[in-house]
């Protein structure tokens, strides 16, 4: 009898096998909630789109209005995810999973990518108030702090690339956003160098 007939390697591959298994369960079983979120996602930007994108009176034909392109977008996005939903209707069922549970561990996960993006929509909103300098330095500096790795060095990079930018965009291609909130409060002199460089 060889090494390799031996009875107590034979359990060995069914039991890697149910453990293959049971990850791909579980990998499936945490990608649910994401599709949820996006099928939501979707379809709420699909009823905000005729307000965001109105119809314009053009002799070129329908599809050249502008909404058509986000619409088809948001519209293979939100077929393509329901299929997938319905594909894994099956495994929910079947594994008695809780579409809010699987939402509430997939948000979770995202985190750090939703903390993100509500970041990078404080600072689009937040230009208009606090200017395109100090807005940029809070924005970044802040996902340093939160990469753990604000330091003088990160933080004198971070000054070096908004001052390059200013001068790219506001001297170099002439780039003027309207005026800042924040600015209106200094003197008139300092509020108008502020408004044209930072």
Known sequence: MNATDSPSDTPAEPAS????????????????GIYWLLLAVAIALLILLP????W??????????????PAIGLSVLMIFTA????????????????????????????RVAL???ALFFLY????????????????????LWL???LDRFWFGCTL????????????????WLPDVWLYEFLPEDLANFANQYL
């Open 17 to 32: 096998s149910l453990a293959c298994d049971a990850e791909t369960v579980l990998a499936e079983q945490r990608t649910f």
């Open 51 to 54: 307000e965001e994108a109105e």
């Open 56 to 69: 314009v009176t053009t002799k070129r034909g329908w599809y050249t209005q502008p909404m058509i392109g």
């Open 83 to 110: 299929v997938r939903l319905m594909i894994s209707f099956r495994l929910i069922w079947l594994r008695n999973l809780d579409p809010i549970d699987s939402l509430l561990d997939t948000l979770s996960n995202y």
């Open 115 to 117: 903390f993100s993006g």
């Open 124 to 143: 689009i909103n937040t230009l208009s108030v606090f200017g395109f300098a100090l807005a940029t330095l809070m924005f970044v500096s802040t996902l």
């Open 147 to 149: 990469s753990r790795l």
């Open 160 to 175: 070096g690339t908004v001052t390059a930018l200013i001068l790219i965009f506001r001297v170099g291609v002439s780039v």
